[in-house]
């Protein structure tokens, strides 16, 4: 009987949900209006959605460019779309997102755009939502999400210029102007439920191996469609190509083996690329998930799992990285993390180490900064400790310098024959970058650095920025208690990272690697308290959920070259993001209540 009702309500639900996605769902879904019509109509009558256009963006060295078209009685005619900033006070308000000028040679189309207005609109449209819901008795989850991203659709297509046409995707995401949609229905669902500190309302979810298998495919198949859209192509094929046929030069390793199988099989490049980013992530996901699946995750574990200074970093398409050869740091570290103890027992398993370790270092030295937080970790914690591990990997060290200093003075030549003979061969377009940044030694990086950082303009921008970015990346950490017990470890291993900050341009990056190995440790210390934010925070399980989905999405890392804009542009939220604001009040005043209750007692 009771099986019964629930499916009966199960039923009336989506019943319920269909019922509003057919009467608000694509309100403005056909685009047939042509261009010669446009101009013969009065200005603010047809929204810019209704046009029948199309959109092309080729992607290079990291910049986008991107041209629109309009269908005209069959024929295409390139157009330049442009925002009109309304004005509140002096132009008309329906203008929103309606064509209000057209150039007389109709190739520049003005579009009415006001931030203000449109977020005013989406969140008295939540809201609205939350209410009518409330009043008819059918708020839960299911329907207070649906109805809502269906909404933010909608009022995007229609009010919304950058939603449609802004394609500057390191500063601006369109999916965080629906993303606020589920945060606001998080959140207003989590202060309808009164078991806030309830330790059965707080997130701890076990982790199955199909979970883990949905994760890595969603994770890999973002990387390769920014890997195909060749927004940084030619720099992962010039990296990962780097090649010792032309004499020994750091970095070359892998590359060496990867041109023989090219060359053996005749392999197309492109493609081959998309495999090795599937092959390589897989191999990581496949150590890393031993741990995963090891303990039930916690709120503190997932916002340490999304953060965008870890393993998501390369997702954003500000970080301007797709895929970095510190992946293979990444495999070493969390091999040995997750198999430490078979390592000091078994050869098996040491022999396996030494390979990825070995595999890393010559494939690209920034795996070493990987290696000296392991031998921290082995000379600092009980019971890990390892003689053996810390000799061979030492030797190992020892003799990747010893053959670098040896070659040094080639690099050079060997760098210019790579770009005239390699590159120019198996690319249709490179700049070579890779070959310049190759034939520089340290002396010539500091300068470069010391010219475009520290006696530049952008100097202040900058520290601001990273140390930004900075105490962002510490946050997970400091309220769950943890960095205080674990301080000398952070310290360590950030004054290892200092000569990097010095040398070179790529701090985003260096905060990257930095946070990830601080965010592995934490993960597999088993020290980490990750009941001390429901016993200290009024949280449950849904308000969790809305903070996981802010902090892990509205802000990314660049990899480098911060300038004023850059700066301005810190996080993906406006000072028009009223939605965002709204809930972030909301779950301030809910989680601290007990404080102040536990105050007011004291005082009184």
Not at 4 to 23: D, G
């Amino acid at each position: 009987m009771k099986l019964r009702v629930e499916t009966n309500k199960i039923i009336k639900n989506i019943f319920f949900l269909f019922i509003i996605s057919v009467s608000i769902v694509n309100i403005s879904v056909y685009k047939s209006i042509p261009l010669s019509e446009l101009g013969k109509q009065e200005n603010c009558v047809d929204y810019i959605y209704q046009l029948d256009y199309s959109k092309v963006t080729n992607a290079s060295s990291s910049q986008f460019v991107t041209s629109y078209s309009i269908d005209d009685l069959g024929e295409k005619k390139e157009v330049i779309v442009k925002p009109y900033y309304l004005n509140l006070f002096k132009d008309d308000l329906r203008c929103l997102g309606k064509v209000v000028e057209i150039s007389q040679d109709s190739k520049e189309i003005l579009v009415g755009a006001s931030q203000f207005q449109f977020q005013l609109y989406k969140v008295i449209s939540y809201i609205i939502n939350f209410l009518i819901l409330f009043k008819i008795k059918k708020l839960n989850l299911v329907n207070l999400v649906f109805l809502n991203l269906v909404t933010s659709l909608n009022i995007n297509l229609l009010f919304n210029y950058d939603f449609l046409f802004t394609t500057d995707y390191k500063y601006f995401s369109r999916y965080i102007e629906i993303l606020d949609s589920l945060v606001i229905s998080f959140v207003l669902i989590g202060i309808t439920k009164k078991r806030f500190q309830s330790s059965q309302n707080t997130l701890n979810i076990k982790v199955s191996n199909n979970l883990i298998s949905i994760i890595f495919g969603i994770y890999v198949l973002r990387i390769i469609q920014i890997y195909i859209s060749r927004f940084q192509y030619e720099a992962v094929v010039e990296e990962w190509l780097i090649n010792y046929n032309y004499g020994f030069i750091r970095r070359g390793l892998i590359g060496t083996g990867l041109v023989k199988f090219i060359e053996q099989l005749n392999v197309n490049v492109y493609y081959l690329f998309i495999f090795l980013i599937f092959f390589f992530n897989f191999l990581f996901f496949q150590i890393f998930k031993k741990k995963l699946k090891s303990n039930n995750l916690s709120f503190i574990d997932f916002l340490l799992l999304l953060s965008p200074l870890f393993i998501n970093y390369n997702l954003f398409w500000k970080s301007t990285i797709t895929f970095p050869k510190e992946l293979l740091g990444f495999i070493f570290f969390v091999y040995y993390l997750t198999y430490q103890s078979k390592i000091r027992a078994d050869a098996r398993y040491l022999i396996c180490f030494i390979f990825l370790l070995n595999v890393g270092i010559y494939s690209h030295e920034i795996n070493l900064w990987f290696l000296m937080s392991i031998l921290l970790i082995i000379l600092t914690e009980k019971g890990t400790r390892d003689y053996r591990l810390i000799t061979i990997s030492l030797l190992s060290v020892i003799t990747f310098i010893s053959i670098y200093l040896f070659n040094i003075s080639k690099y050079a030549i060997t760098a210019k024959n790579l770009c005239d003979n390699f590159y120019s061969q198996i690319l249709d377009i490179s700049t070579c970058y890779k070959s310049s940044i190759l034939s520089t030694g340290l002396a010539e990086n500091i300068e470069y650095a010391s010219i475009n950082i520290f006696q530049s303009n952008n100097y202040k921008y900058y520290l601001m920025t990273y140390i930004f970015y900075f105490f962002i990346g510490l946050f997970p950490l400091i309220i769950n208690n943890w960095l205080s017990e674990n301080k000398y470890f952070l310290i360590i291993t950030f004054l290892f990272f200092i000569p990097l900050f010095y040398t070179t341009l790529d701090w985003g990056r260096w905060l990257h690697i930095y946070f990830s190995i601080i965010y592995f440790y934490f993960l597999y210390s088993g020290s980490q308290n990750n009941t001390t934010t429901s016993k200290i925070f009024n949280l449950n399980k849904y308000t969790e959920v809305a903070i996981l989905l802010i902090y892990s999405t509205y802000w990314s890392v660049p990899q480098c070259c911060v300038t004023e804009y850059t700066f301005r542009n810190l996080t993906y939220v406006s000072k028009y993001s009223f939605t965002l604001f709204i809930s972030l009040l909301i779950i301030f005043v809910h989680a601290l209540s007990p404080r102040f209750k536990q105050f007011n007692k004291i005082s009184n």
